[in-house]
């Protein structure tokens, strides 16, 4: 028998499209659909309650799904109004296809990355494009040095840079409409430290921000980190460069190369393991890169489980692998490990000083870059404690010049 259904509810429509028990009427099909969409409803409304579970659930309502129904499983086609009204808006313009204007969508992490891998094979852009850094920060909560941010970016052209947050499901950033991070979070999903969902994350924002095609560099950040050179320094360094800023180095000890696995093998071998900060920096054709691999991400989802970490390894040993030339090894987010153990040093407000920031800024020793040298080694700076807001705030404008 083949039994048919509809619902229309959160502007979505149900179809049953087919039934295998032939005992189920019209009646109990009607009543298991109501019953489910107002399960939907509900839990869409308890919004405190968004779970990584949910979310899956709710991503995946569009086309053809198969769910399990007490008489047996049973097929629905579920269509929304994914396709914007066309009527007002030209949908087809260069302007949406270049840049996407809204940054809520409801791709899965696959549609999404299929899309971010797309390149252009035509070189030349029908459009002038001034290359873009993303600055892309992935938070837990709010961001304790938005105000010393808002600062950086004031006075900035948008075409210049574009942000976006990745905060835990459910969390949104107060900030009023001015704010140069106003609408800028992206749909996110939860993360847990040290597990391959905290790279997961990373991936989601380098795919979100390849979805505008003036993106050219790509800057990933925390809520502890903080600027130590102006805008129009950051931007020079970072547009100008011919390397992309990730720490790739091998570590002999049992926490470098004492992490590897042979079950690796033959992609990865003890000589292309690497180890690394997590907080890169990249062009965008190794940022293509790395939403695009599926090899290489899948033997470091089974294979490297703590105490091995995908954070400190996966994009190290990647970039060496494939992109060895393209990367300057070095990171330019300065970190304090002198002090030994687990975390870097944190700094509060006691720490701040005129002297601590210019050493960050400049200590004297050149770092190499494009071939050359330059006295500027650092443009980021972790990890900071929210106190030391007020006094960064005090002496921006005379250290940092902004
Ligand atoms: C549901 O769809 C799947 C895939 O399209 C198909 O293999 C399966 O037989 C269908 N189930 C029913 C009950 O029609
Ligand atoms: C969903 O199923 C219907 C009926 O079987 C079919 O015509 C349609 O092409 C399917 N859509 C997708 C996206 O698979
Ligand atoms: C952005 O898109 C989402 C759905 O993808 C929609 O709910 C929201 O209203 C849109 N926001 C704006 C400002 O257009
Ligand atoms: C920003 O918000 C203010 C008040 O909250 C409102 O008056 C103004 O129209 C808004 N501007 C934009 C561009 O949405
Ligand atoms: C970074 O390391 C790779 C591989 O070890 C090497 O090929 C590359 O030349 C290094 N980059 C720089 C700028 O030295
Ligand atoms: C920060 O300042 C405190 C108090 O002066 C000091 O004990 C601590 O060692 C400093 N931290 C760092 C990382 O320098
Ligand atoms: C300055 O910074 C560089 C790069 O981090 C480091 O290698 C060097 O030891 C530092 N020099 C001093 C004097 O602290
Ligand atoms: C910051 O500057 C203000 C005004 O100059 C001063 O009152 C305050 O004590 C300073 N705060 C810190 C932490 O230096």
């Known amino acids: 028998m083949r039994s048919r259904g509809s619902r ?18 019209l009646f109990k099909l009607i009543l298991f659909l109501i019953i489910f969409v107002v399960g939907v409803v509900i839990g869409l409304l308890s919004n405190s309650h968004v779970d990584r579970f949910f979310q899956l659930q709710t991503q995946q309502f569009y086309g053809n799904q198969t769910i399990w129904h007490e008489s047996g499983y049973i097929n629905v086609t579920v269509s929304c109004p994914v396709i914007p009204k066309c009527d007002k808006e030209d949908c087809l313009s260069m302007g949406n296809f270049l840049a996407p204007k809204n940054l809520s969508h409801r791709m899965m992490d696959n549609e ?14 029908p459009y002038v494009r001034k290359p873009k850094v993303a600055f892309m920060f992935l938070t837990r909560g709010p961001l304790p040095f938005l105000p010393l941010w808002e600062r950086f970016f004031t006075g900035q052209s948008r075409e210049m840079y574009s942000i976006y947050v990745h905060a835990v499901p459910g969390f949104e950033l107060d900030v009023t409409n ?22 997961d994350a990373e991936r989601r924002l380098l795919a979100n921000a390849l979805l505008d095609f003036s993106n ?13 050179h102006n805008f129009p320094t950051v931007y020079k360094y970072l547009t100008e460069s011919q390397h992309s800023f990730v720490q790739s180095y091998d570590d002999p000890s049992r926490y470098g ?22 907080w890169f920096e990249l062009s965008r054709s190794l940022a293509v890169g790395i939403v695009s691999d599926t090899k290489y991400y899948t033997l470091f989802k089974k294979h490297c489980l703590p105490a091995c970490y995908p954070d400190e390894h996966y994009l190290p040993t990647y970039i060496q692998k494939l992109y060895g030339s393209l990367n300057s090894n070095r990171s330019v987010t300065y970190v304090d490990w002198s002090k030994g153990g687990p975390h870097p040093a944190a700094f509060t407000a006691e720490n701040i000083t005129e002297g601590f920031i210019q050493y960050i800024r400049n200590n004297g020793t050149l770092c190499p870059y494009n071939f050359d040298q330059t006295r500027i080694c650092y443009l980021f700076a972790r990890k900071f404690g929210p106190s030391a807001l007020e006094p960064l705030l005090n002496l921006s404008l005379k250290v940092m010049g902004f």
């Not at 959160?10 to 499209?17: D, E, G, L, R, T």
């Not at 050219?216 to 130590?228: H, N, Q």
Request: a positive charge; one cysteine or more; charged letters at 25%.
């Open 216 to 228: 050219e560099r790509f800057i990933l950040l925390s809520e502890s980190c903080i600027p130590v």
């Open 178 to 199: 001015t704010s140069a991070f106003y609408r800028r979070q992206i749909p996110s999903q939860k993360v847990k430290w040290g597990t391959v969902s905290l790279f």
């Open 257 to 278: 190369r004492g992490r590897y696995s042979r079950q690796m093998l033959p992609d990865i071998h003890l000589r292309d393991w690497r180890k690394g900060s997590q």
């Open 8 to 25: 229309d509810d959160m502007n979505c429509k149900y179809v049953s499209i087919s039934v295998k028990d032939s005992s189920i009427g």
């Open 112 to 125: 999404l990355f299929w899309r971010a891998s797309l390149v252009p094979s035509k070189t030349e852009y």
